[in-house]
């Protein structure tokens, strides 16, 4: 084996290996909400047109490192769409709270809402 090839390895899986912690958390939690659907879209789309160059390369340790890379970003765009689809509605914020101080009108039963 020349050096190369060597760190070619080593760094793919250096960087294979550093991928997996999010993977795992990411399927794990089901919580992707630190994601857009606009990144994960564009990656996967970047991975493809980066695929002609990377098959075009010799076989080695480049192919395994892209292939990774496309599996993981594939899985994280279907797991964004399949889990925020299942996942329940945020419950919304209200934009209006009940004043509830000591100060109100005595006559006065029911809270006003005033803007937040």
């Known amino acids: 084996m020349n050096l190369p090839l060597i ?4 760094s793919t899986l ?5 991928m997996l912690p999010m993977l795992v958390k990411a399927v794990r939690t089901k919580d992707l909400s630190s994601y857009s659907f ?3 879209a564009m990656t ?3 991975n493809l047109v980066h695929s002609v160059y990377v098959f075009s390369l010799p076989l080695g340790p480049i192919w395994l490192l892209h ?8 899985l994280m765009l279907a797991w964004f769409v399949r889990f925020r689809a299942s996942a329940p509605a945020p419950a919304s914020t209200p934009d209006r709270v ?3 101080t000591a100060d109100r009108a005595p006559d006065e ?3 006003t809402l005033v803007p937040v």
Not at 14 to 18: E, H, N, Q
Not at 67 to 74: I, L, M, Q, W
């Open 7 to 10: 760190a070619g390895s080593v």
């Open 14 to 18: 250096l960087f294979a290996t550093s």
């Open 38 to 40: 606009s990144y994960l």
């Open 44 to 46: 996967n789309v970047a």
């Open 67 to 74: 292939g990774f890379y496309v599996t993981a970003s594939v």
């Open 98 to 100: 009940a004043v509830t």
């Open 109 to 111: 039963t029911v809270p």
